[in-house]
C-alpha cells in the first residue's frame, strides 16, 4: 500500500469522538475547535481518557491519535439532516479562550440545552472541514483560515458548523474498524 496511511477506528475512538465538546474559535474567518479545557466532556482529560479506555498510560498518546479518528470520524460517518437535541457542555466553562455561537456576548450566558435543525447543507461540509492539530492548544481543531480548504467560499451558515458538527460527533452513524488515507481522504480499508 505504498504512500498510503493506516488507522484502526476503535469502539474506544468513537465514543471518545461522541463525547468531543465543539466550541467555537474566532481567529480568522472563525472555525470549530475542540475545546482545550474539558476536549472529553470534563477538564480531567486524562480520566476521561481513562474512563473510556481503561489504560493508565497511555492517555497523551490515545489524546493525540483523536486527531486522526476525528477525520477519520468525519469523512466517513453519515448523519441525516433532521432536528437534533444535546447538553450544551459549554454552558460550564469558561470562554476566555474559545468561543460558543450561541453565548450571548451581554451577559456571557449560553443555553444549558440545544435544539438544532441540521439541513443537507450542514452535512455536506462537515467532511469538507480541513483538521489541523492545534499545536498551542493541543487539540484537533479546523483551519480558521480556509475552514473548508484553500480557495473555496466561506457558506453562509458557517457559524451554524458548530452545533451542526457537535450533533454530527454525537449521532453519526460509524463502525469501527481499520481506515487508509490516500491524499488528504480517509475512507474504510
Known amino acids: 500500500m505504498g504512500g498510503t496511511t493506516t488507522f484502526d477506528l476503535t469502539l474506544e475512538r468513537i465514543a471518545l ?3 468531543m465538546v465543539v466550541a467555537w474559535n474566532a481567529a480568522g474567518r472563525g472555525a470549530p475547535i475542540v475545546h482545550p ?3 472529553y466532556g470534563s477538564t480531567d482529560r486524562d480520566g476521561d481518557i481513562f474512563n473510556v479506555t481503561g489504560d493508565d498510560d497511555g492517555a ?3 489524546h493525540r ?3 486522526d479518528a476525528l477525520a477519520v470520524f468525519i469523512h ?8 437534533y437535541a444535546y447538553h450544551n457542555t459549554l454552558a460550564k466553562l469558561s470562554s476566555d479562550d474559545v468561543g460558543d455561537v450561541f453565548r450571548d456576548e451581554a451577559t456571557g450566558e449560553t443555553p ?3 435544539t438544532f ?5 450542514h452535512v455536506a461540509l ?3 472541514l480541513s483538521i489541523v492539530w492545534d499545536q498551542a492548544r493541543d487539540v484537533p481543531a479546523f483551519d480558521t483560515d480556509a475552514p473548508y480548504g484553500a480557495g473555496t467560499d466561506i457558506p453562509a451558515v458557517h457559524h451554524e458548523m458548530q452545533p451542526a458538527l457537535q450533533i454530527f460527533l454525537r449521532y453519526a452513524d460509524l463502525g469501527p474498524g481499520p481506515f487508509a488515507k490516500r491524499g488528504d481522504r480517509w475512507a474504510a480499508v
Open 17 to 19: 469522538i461522541r463525547r
Open 37 to 39: 479545557d474539558a476536549p
Open 60 to 62: 497523551d498518546e490515545e
Open 65 to 67: 491519535a483523536l486527531g
Open 76 to 83: 466517513n460517518a453519515v448523519l441525516k439532516p433532521g432536528r
Open 112 to 114: 444549558e440545552h440545544v
Open 117 to 121: 435543525d441540521v439541513t443537507a447543507e
Open 126 to 128: 462537515v467532511p469538507k
